[in-house]
């Protein structure tokens, strides 16, 4: 037995679990916590809002594999906090948030008229996993280990526990810390024998087979077992667009999801389709025809660790409670024994007629890369940073039209090295994001492409950027609009004279219009690299000496107005956000 504060008891437990930063601004509610975090040397990073902590943890979980954890205070802090709640929840991102209350005594239930105090617990479990409160010091350790199991059970997301003040920073006699094997699991999940077997059979006897990725191979870290697996059947890869990069999109049998009528294409020509940690959502069209061949004719074998999943949007032929990457290393074992039954090149001719149309929309799309123009078209954004940047450099996308044009003109050629909030399209997380991408891989390239719009949600953080040299690289892409709102509207009031002018004028549109903010000078202003650019030749130049100059960076990149609202791939987002038929 020894006696410390319920935050080192926290600090201790974090420690077992391999924690290394955590994320948060400091308060002196949870004081006793961050004075034990920095004695066992968890680096504790803090940025200036307590959403953007939520996304640097969501990102860092990501991209380290390691649990993202970060903090905020009763009342207030919390209250700040919530967005990043959901959207890292949403993502399905491995997150404990840690926030304090006030003493037990005037909390759960609130006594009325209290200082910096709400349901927080109540305000957070309908959009976590897990939320719990803990009232007593003897509670603390049980419901603890219970948030930390809740966290690495079925599809990652965020955890919550609620500690009073008083528990945080009292002291109590405590037992010995259980290790790990204490209170979860430390294997992943294996799938039963006879399962593989039956995927093998139906993945043999199959005339194309398809392969859909999701998060959950990105979260097994399952990329070379993919990539095995398709070359081995000869299955084209689909991703959800959370699943993005799972298999390097210059594989010839990568099918990204930005080619939506090739992906329908070859969706539908598949008979067998193995789906590995996906859940089959609403980008994915539920997996319902005609975006998918009918489940009569489609046979589907679901893999996924939460069996919440299987089967949740469409029949399952096969359902698998498996860790991916577990269940990809005993499949393919299993079809080695089977390999003189694998029946290739008839597989091989499908694939390569439907490459063709995957093919022909990339060439459409890049002609857009000949107009070189100031002020210069969105495309030209993400193509130049991955010139400049390399393969293995981390890209986030924020926005609206900003992170439309990002994801069709960016080619993710290494596994696990793009973020977003594909299932939120949440504004202003980027910058939290990238802040936690640089966190996750120093010493790698990190970049931003946004918005001026979600640009303007959380600017502040360039300042976190540079006092914790993060040198990530910001480039705002500004037309001083809303103007995914503004394509809306005009859609919406006047669509044969937008059709004409491509843009209607300011007056005709409802508080669509943003001021000028030269965003290069703000970004000066808090001590990072700043430049203003208009053309793809100048992008060029700023980027290189951006990375030149070692430090964050923010690029202010003007952008066409008119040509930006048309952004690719508008009308199917549309239609993705309706109920597809059959």
Known sequence: ??????????????????????????????????????????????????????????????????????????????????????????????????????????????????????????????????????????????????????????????????????????????????????????????????????????????????????????????????KDLAEMLQAPVTTSWSGRGALAETHPLAWPMIHVKAVDSVRNAADVVLCLGSRLGETDWWGKPPRWRSWEEQRLIQVDSDQEILGLNRPAAVAVLADVKVFLTELRARLEASAHRLSLEGRRAKVAALAKERDKDRAKLDQKLTETGAPMVSAHLAKVSQEVFGENSVVVFDGGNTAVWGNFYHQVRVPNTQLSTHHFGHLGAGLGQALGAAAARPGSTVYCIIGDGAFGFHPQEIETAVRLNLPVIFLVACDRQWGMVKMTQQMAFKPVKTMIRKSLNPEEMINTELGEVEWNIVGRAMGAFGERVSDPEGLKNALTKALESGKAAVIHCDVDPVKHMWAPGLLHFKKMHQEPGG
Do not use: W
């Not at 975090?37 to 860092?60: C, D, F, Q, V």
């Open 1 to 226: 037995m020894e006696t410390i504060t319920g935050g080192a008891l926290i600090a201790r437990m974090l420690k077992e679990e391999g924690v290394e930063k955590v994320f948060g601004i400091p308060d002196g509610t949870y004081l006793s916590l961050i004075v034990a975090l920095r004695e066992l040397k968890i680096e504790l990073l803090t940025p200036r809002h307590e959403s953007t902590a939520a996304h640097m943890a969501g990102a860092y979980a990501r991209l380290s594999g390691k649990l993202g954890v970060c903090l905020a205070s009763n009342g207030p802090g919390v209250a700040n906090i919530l967005p990043g709640v959901a959207v890292e929840n949403a993502e399905g991102n491995r997150v404990l948030l840690i926030t304090s209350f006030r003493r037990s005594p005037i909390a759960y239930p609130d006594r009325g008229g209290a200082y910096q105090c709400f349901d927080q617990v109540g305000a957070i479990r309908p959009m976590a996993k897990f939320s719990e409160a803990v009232k007593s010091f003897d509670r603390l350790a049980e419901l603890l280990r219970r948030a930390l199991r809740k966290s690495f059970q079925g599809r990652p997301g965020v955890v919550h526990l609620d500690v009073a003040e008083s528990v945080m920073n009292s002291k109590e006699k405590v037992a010995r810390i259980p290790g790990l094997d204490g209170y979860r699991l430390q294997e992943p999940i294996h799938p039963a024998p006879a399962l593989v077997e039956r995927a093998a059979e139906l993945l043999i006897s199959a005339e194309l087979p398809l392969i859909q990725a999701g998060s959950g191979v990105i979260h097994a870290g399952a990329f070379e077992e993919l």
